[in-house]
């Protein structure tokens, strides 16, 4: 049986609560493992990253930005690619438009291996809707 690992791009509004959400129920909902993408290696974003990952989810970074990370006492165990390429789905919670230019980059590689790639609300195109109005019904009906 192949791990079940999810990889969120992006640490923002919608991406640090969806990581913390999987990483803390991960067991209950079948994951392996999760892994997540940071772009910028902010001193600010520090503790934020480390709770991340104090919670058992694994950073990811661009390649040439190892170092960076590591001078403000973030250790990666991934490059964005590596995590891409060993998650069975990419949840893409960055501002709008970056995440067409990540699928360009990234995703279109593997489309083919039955690997699932879903992108936030704000990126229209890119893909198929497979939810929306969620956030709306849930508070008609509360």
Known sequence: MSK????VVGTGTI???LIGLLSDYKESLGIDKVTFHKNSPLTYER???KDLMRRGAALAVDEEKVESFKEIG???SFSAEEAIKGASVVIDCTPKGIGHQNKHKYYEKFIDDGRGF???G???GFGMKYARG???TALVNS
């Open 15 to 17: 991406g640090e609560p």
């Open 118 to 120: 879903l992108a936030q």
């Open 134 to 136: 969620i956030n709306d």
């Open 47 to 49: 503790a934020k990253v």
């Open 74 to 76: 973030l250790e990666p």
């Open 4 to 7: 079940k690992t999810v990889h």
């Open 122 to 124: 704000s990126e229209q």
